[in-house]
């Protein structure tokens, strides 16, 4: 069984930074090897669609939308099957449930994305 964490949510001024990280786990006597191959953050605020803000490949090939070019950026760390979102220059835009998405791989069932159950980020004006 796999799983994805995330965690570092929270209250931040706007102009402020938070930084989000994600652990992807595997309940142990799953028997199998799993990959964690790319992994990503998505965002839902309020009355709106989730959207993808960043995601990385596991060779660290990064993408970022437009709307946090600049301002956010995305790392991994294999070895620990972690992802990170550093959040600089918050706005109030910012604002909604973030979630870790992940891509895992294992020879038995092939590729299967994963979703966590999100972390809230509010930004105060």
């Known amino acids: 069984q796999v799983h994805v964490v995330e965690s570092g949510g929270g209250l931040v001024q706007a102009g402020g930074s938070l930084t989000l990280s994600c652990a992807g786990s595997?309940?142990?006597?799953?028997?199998?090897?799993?990959?964690?191959?790319?992994m990503g953050w998505y965002r839902q605020a309020p009355g709106k669609q989730r959207e993808l803000v960043a995601d990385?490949?596991?060779?660290?090939?990064?993408f970022y939308s437009d709307f946090v070019k600049g301002r956010f950026t995305i790392s991994r760390d294999n070895a620990q099957n972690t992802m990170a979102l550093q959040m600089n220059s918050l706005q109030s835009e910012d604002i909604g449930v973030y979630y870790c998405n992940a891509d895992v791989w294992n020879p038995i069932r092939g590729t299967v994305n994963y979703w966590g159950q999100g972390t809230q980020v509010t930004v105060s004006s």
């Open positions: 990385i490949t596991r060779s660290g090939t990064a």
């Open positions: 595997v309940t142990s006597g799953s028997g199998s090897i799993f990959r964690f191959d790319r």
